[in-house]
T-cell receptor, first 116, second 112 residues
Framework: AQSVSQHNHHVILSEAASLELGCNYSYGGTVNLFWYVQYPGQHLQLLLKYFSGDPLVKGIKGFEAEFIKSKFSFNLRKPSVQWSDTAEYFCAVTAKTTDSWGKLQFGAGTQVVVTP | SQTIHQWPATLVQPVGSPLSLECTVEGTSNPNLYWYRQAAGRGLQLLFYSVGIGQISSEVPQNLSASRPQDRQFILSSKKLLLSDSGFYLC???????????FGSGTRLTVV
């Protein structure tokens, strides 16, 4: 069964620092990849997604992610974080089976705290 | 446009009481529907999914059940709540191509 691993459970950094969150998945076939974000008190929302094409995907609020197929990775990055980026970030993967797409599987999440 | 509604937002229930959480989707037909539970440090765990009316698949054995009485309605239930059922429950929908899920605002359930 496919699995999704997020390497850091908790990250604390200062404003203007760069952020990189790791995500690896275990499925070897065709995948769709997602990063979701949950700001404090808000519901889960899509940050960015990769289906095909350019492996460098740009999302909302200055975030980007790079799909590296050989490493089964989809790391999330932001060059300079702001206090408002404090949130929990979830990597998610859905894998293609013979005739359909599987359910969305989530990583455990990374709590990011940005200090002023 | 498509919208997803989930209620209630917060619920406190005693152990042994029944549960019913409701989720409805508007603006689309024949959506795939999902119930997830979010626990601190454990991400989102898929509980149930449905690809059509009356079709329910369970991902993990548990004290909960799900039903889909109408195309755009998905209900999470329990006959007798356990303390371990406490958590944050999220409903989501997707199209058949699974190009991303859209989540509801969630229900914070506390069993006391």
């Amino acid at each position: 069964a496919q699995s999704v691993s997020q390497h850091n459970h908790h990250v604390i950094l200062s404003e203007a620092a760069s952020l990189e969150l790791g995500c690896n998945y275990s499925y070897g076939g065709t995948v769709n990849l997602f990063w979701y974000v949950q700001y404090p008190g808000q519901h889960l929302q899509l940050l960015l997604k990769y289906f095909s094409g350019d492996p460098l995907v740009k999302g909302i609020k200055g975030f980007e992610a790079e799909f590296i197929k050989s490493k089964f990775s989809f790391n999330l990055r932001k060059p300079s974080v702001q206090w408002s980026d404090t949130a929990e970030y979830f990597c998610a993967v859905t894998a293609k089976t013979t005739d359909s797409w599987g359910k969305l599987q989530f990583g455990a999440g990374t709590q990011v705290v940005v200090t002023p | 446009s498509q919208t997803i509604h989930q209620w209630p937002a917060t619920l406190v229930q005693p152990v042994g009481s029944p549960l019913s959480l409701e989720c409805t989707v508007e603006g689309t037909s024949n959506p795939n529907l999902y119930w997830y539970r979010q626990a601190a440090g454990r991400g989102l765990q898929l509980l149930f999914y449905s690809v059509g009316i009356g079709q329910i698949s369970s991902e993990v054995p548990q004290n909960l059940s799900a039903s889909r009485p109408q195309d755009r309605q998905f209900i999470l239930s329990s006959k007798k709540l356990l303390l371990s059922d406490s958590g944050f429950y999220l409903c989501a929908w997707s199209g058949v191509t699974n190009y991303g899920y859209t989540f509801g605002s969630g229900t914070r359930l506390t069993v006391v």
